[in-house]
T-cell receptor, first 111, second 116 residues
Framework: DQQVKQNSPSLSVQEGRISILNCDYT??????FLWYKKYPAEGPTFLIS?????DKNEDGRFTVFLNKSAKHLSLHIVPSQPGDSAVYFC??????????FGAGTILRVKS | NAGVMQNPRHLVRRRGQEARLRCSPV?????VYWYRQLPEEGLKFMVY????????ESGMPKERFSAEFPKEGPSILRIQQVVRGDSAAYFC??????????????FGEGSRLTVL
C-alpha cells in the first residue's frame, strides 16, 4: 500500500542548475507534507515542510510546491550544490499522525 | 551532539536468535518512533511510544516484534527468533511532543540488522 510515491529512483544534475524532485500521494486525507534528506550511514534530517492550506513554501535554496488537485508535490533546489547529493524522502501525514514515507530519490549533483 | 543515540549501529544475528535495538531520545523528548527501512524501500512506520505507553503499534508485525519505552532508560525494539526478512535498517526518532507532522522528528543514525 504505497500511499506516497517517488517514481524517480535517482536524479543527476549539474552543479548550479535546478534540481526538481517529485512526489505523488494517494490519500486525500494527508494535510502535512515534509521532505527529509539522508546521507549514507546517517539518519534522515528534516529539510522543509508544507501544510495543505498552502501551495508553496520557501527556505533559502529550497522550495516545496504542493498541487492538491493533482496530489503532487515537488522540491526545487536552486542552485544545486555537490553537498546536496543525498537521498531525499518525501513524507506525509494527517491529523498529526505518523509520517508515511516515499521510497526516496537519490540526487547526485555533479561539479 | 545530544541527538538521538541508537545502538548497536550494526548487529549480526543467526536465524532464530533474538535482536535488541536500543534508542536514547534527545534529552527532554518523551515521544519515540521506530521506523524500518528495507533495501530499496522507504521508511516504514512501526511503533509510536511515550514513556511507559505504546500509543500506536499499527506498523508492528503481530508476532516476534515488541517495543517498550520504560520510565527510566532507552526505548528497546526487540525481535525474537529473527528471520532473514528482518534484515533492515531500523531508525528511531524522537520528538518533544506528538509533533510528527511538524518536522520535529529527530532521527538517529539507525541500527543495521543482518540476519545470516
Amino acid at each position: 500500500d504505497q500511499q506516497v510515491k517517488q517514481n524517480s529512483p535517482s536524479l543527476s544534475v549539474q552543479e548550479g542548475r535546478i534540481s526538481i524532485l517529485n512526489c505523488d500521494y494517494t490519500n486525500s486525507m494527508f494535510d502535512y507534507f515534509l521532505w527529509y534528506k539522508k546521507y549514507p550511514a546517517e539518519g534522515p534530517t528534516f529539510l522543509i515542510s508544507i501544510s495543505s492550506i498552502k501551495d508553496k513554501n520557501e527556505d533559502g535554496r529550497f522550495t516545496v510546491f504542493l498541487n492538491k488537485s493533482a496530489k503532487h508535490l515537488s522540491l526545487h533546489i536552486v542552485p544545486s550544490q555537490p553537498g546536496d547529493s543525498a537521498v531525499y524522502f518525501c513524507a506525509a501525514s494527517y491529523s498529526m499522525d505518523k509520517l508515511v514515507f516515499g521510497a526516496g530519490t537519490i540526487l547526485r549533483v555533479k561539479s | 551532539n545530544a541527538g538521538v543515540m541508537q545502538n548497536p549501529r550494526h548487529l549480526v544475528r543467526r536465524r532464530g536468535q533474538e535482536a535488541r535495538l536500543r534508542c536514547s531520545p534527545v534529552k527532554g523528548h518523551s515521544h519515540v518512533y521506530w521506523y524500518r527501512q528495507l533495501p530499496e524501500e522507504g521508511l516504514k512506520f512501526m511503533v509510536y511510544l511515550q514513556k511507559e505507553n505504546i500509543i500506536d503499534e499499527s506498523g508492528m508485525p503481530k508476532e516476534r516484534f515488541s517495543a517498550e519505552f520504560p520510565k527510566e532508560g532507552p526505548s528497546i525494539l526487540r525481535i525474537q527468533q529473527v528471520v532473514r526478512g528482518d534484515s533492515a535498517a531500523y531508525f528511531c526518532a524522537s520528538s518533544q511532543r506528538g509533533g510528527a507532522s511538524t518536522g520535529e522528528l529527530f532521527f538517529g543514525e539507525g541500527s543495521r540488522l543482518t540476519v545470516l
